[in-house]
């Protein structure tokens, strides 16, 4: 467990602003499900705190932030695997596999011919077994059937260190326990699931 600190954080586009003097702490062992309307500034929060955007403040953490989807030019997942998380074992690409109802199979699989759902599946799997990562996964459910929300939301359950945006909510309600919330007033925290921050 760490703490992630974020002070004072200001951005705009052009002369709209979207974040003004927002502070947060974060613990990353929460998993966090990432509410606001369309437009309010998910996206462009999970960009800035990987850096791909630059903003005003200051983000304090020992933690390496990931963010999902991201771009894959691998043959194989396997090769995908060994990029992403150097230091993991062939025999954790397939614990991570079998636990989001995948075979070992996919591994050797080309990618390409694999479904978007299984690559989903196969990248977020990468990212859980990346040492000291935080994951910024953003709509993950989009190219998964019912089924495969159900699986990836059973596994999310079983893990910790993440934010993560999807407009499922009874995917939400099944893997978070902490609610990140963008308000017209600015951001705030809530311990809880989805439902719960909904029904306050």
């Known amino acids: 467990m760490s703490i992630i600190q974020i002070k004072n954080l ?8 979207i974040f003004k003097n927002a502070d947060l702490t974060l613990d990353s062992d929460w998993k966090l499900a990432f509410t606001g309307r369309n437009g309010r500034g998910k996206t462009t929060f999970l960009k800035i705190l990987t850096g791909e955007l630059q903003a005003t403040g200051a983000i304090i ?32 690409y397939r614990r991570e596999l079998f636990a989001l109802g995948l075979r070992e199979e996919s591994l ?11 690559k989903t599946k196969i990248a977020i799997a990468a990212m859980f077994l990346k040492e000291n990562a935080f994951l910024l996964i953003d709509e993950p459910t989009n190219h998964l059937d019912m089924l495969g929300r159900k699986t990836l939301a059973s596994y999310l359950s079983q893990k910790s260190g993440f934010i993560i945006v999807s407009h499922d909510r009874a ?28 029904a306050r």
């Open 10 to 17: 200001g951005f705009s586009y052009g002369s709209e602003q």
């Open 61 to 92: 953490s020992n933690v390496q932030f990931e963010y999902f989807p991201y771009s894959t030019s691998y043959t194989y997942a396997e090769e995908l695997f060994s990029a992403v998380a150097p230091l993991a074992q062939p025999w954790q």
């Open 108 to 118: 050797y699989t080309p990618f390409d011919s694999l479904s978007e759902g299984e």
């Open 171 to 198: 995917f939400l309600d099944e893997c978070c326990d902490h609610v990140l919330a963008l308000t017209r007033t600015g951001v705030e925290i809530r311990k809880g699931s989805f439902s719960q921050y909904l």
